[in-house]
Every structure is written in structure tokens, then in C-alpha cells.
């Protein structure tokens, strides 16, 4: 009895520390299996994605619907704001933008106002070129309602003046009688003989 509870307790021992070699065996080769066998690639962009900054420079810049000044303005961007660059044009002037808040939810900006970090951009084909504006013009049949017609006018005609007549005058030969004898002289001469006869009056009458 003694012998065969010995050979028990052996028989335990012996399947345990089988089992145990068993399973570290196990986690060995699983943690073996999962460790990779190539190298793993670093990661050189920004976390963020590709970035456009508005420079410093700038107090804001516009927000254009195509690489363009031919296209409209859609919006703008303040001094130091940041955006996710998502392209560039051809000619690489233009980078395109996430812009939520135009339809599409994209954008464009002059490159040289910006700057650019966090990788490449690839090239985008742009919008197409918007048309260009109308110029309204006005009804002609509304407009000659409104326009008044002036007939030729007749000039007037010039007519000669008549010949101005000058009046002539005769010379004033002075304050004379017929004779050439000065109405002064006459005066005097009568004075004197009044005078004369008045003396004589005042004499008779003494």
C-alpha cells in the first residue's frame, strides 16, 4: 500500500512537470512567432498631415476658388493660421487647402504667402477656369424710347447794319453881331451911356 501511494505521487510529479515544460514551450514559440522579421519604417511626416501657415508677414491673405486671380474670392486667412495643405497646381503658385465652409469643402491660396511643412504635396489638376462676367447691355428698343431726336436748326442770317450818319456842327463864332463886333463890347458901350445919361439927369435935377 505504501509502494503504490509513492508510485502515485511520482506518477503526478512527472505528468505535472511535463505538462509545464509543454506549455512554456508553447509560449516561447508564440512569443517568437509574433516578433517581426523585417524592418519597421519610420514615421518622418508630421503627425498632422501636410500643413500650410500663413506667414508672418501677412495680416491675412485670400482664399480663392481656383489657382487663379480669375476666380472668386471664397474667404480668408488670418495671420499665423494653420490649414491642411492637400495639393499644389502645375506651376506649383497655387497650393490647394481643406476649406470646409465653401462647397466641395476645398480651396486655394497663393504659395508664396504661406508656408509649407509636414511633406510634399502632390499636383492637382484645377477647376475649371470660371467664365467670365457678362456685361449687361441695355434693351435698344427701351433705350430709343428714352432718346430724344433734335432736328438741324436753321442758322441765323447776318444782315448789314445801315451806315452810321455823324451829325456835323456848324463852328460857334462866339457872341457876335453881324459885323464882327463883340456882344461884349455893345453891352459895355450901352452901360456907359446909361450911366452917362444918368449923370446928367442927377446934374439937371440940382
Excluded: C
Excluded at 79 to 100: F, H, K, M, N, T
Excluded at 126 to 153: E, H, Y
Amino acid at each position: 500500500m505504501r509502494h503504490y501511494k509513492v508510485w502515485l505521487l511520482l506518477s503526478i510529479l512527472l505528468l505535472g512537470g511535463v505538462s509545464w515544460l509543454g506549455l512554456t514551450s508553447t509560449v516561447g514559440l508564440n512569443v517568437a512567432a509574433q516578433q517581426p522579421t523585417v524592418s519597421i519604417p519610420t514615421v518622418t511626416s508630421s503627425p498632422f498631415g501636410t500643413m500650410a501657415t500663413v506667414n508672418q508677414d501677412q495680416e491675412q491673405i485670400n482664399v480663392r476658388a481656383g489657382p487663379s486671380q480669375d476666380y472668386s474670392i471664397v474667404g480668408v486667412l488670418q495671420q499665423g493660421e494653420r490649414v491642411p495643405a492637400l495639393g499644389r497646381s502645375v506651376g506649383g503658385d497655387w497650393v490647394q487647402i481643406a476649406y470646409p465652409t465653401v462647397d466641395g469643402g476645398v480651396a486655394w491660396v497663393y504659395t508664396y504667402l504661406i508656408t509649407i511643412s509636414g511633406g510634399e504635396l502632390p499636383i492637382i489638376v484645377p477647376p475649371p477656369t470660371p467664365t467670365p462676367r457678362v456685361t449687361p447691355t441695355i434693351d435698344p428698343s427701351l433705350a430709343a424710347q428714352f432718346i430724344i431726336v433734335v432736328g438741324p436748326t436753321r442758322l441765323p442770317t447776318f444782315t448789314q447794319p445801315p451806315p452810321i450818319s455823324i451829325p456835323t456842327y456848324v463852328a460857334s463864332t462866339g457872341n457876335s453881331v453881324p459885323g464882327g463886333v463883340p456882344m461884349g463890347f455893345i453891352i459895355i458901350g450901352l452901360a456907359v451911356v446909361g450911366l452917362f445919361g444918368l449923370v446928367i439927369s442927377v446934374f439937371r435935377g440940382r
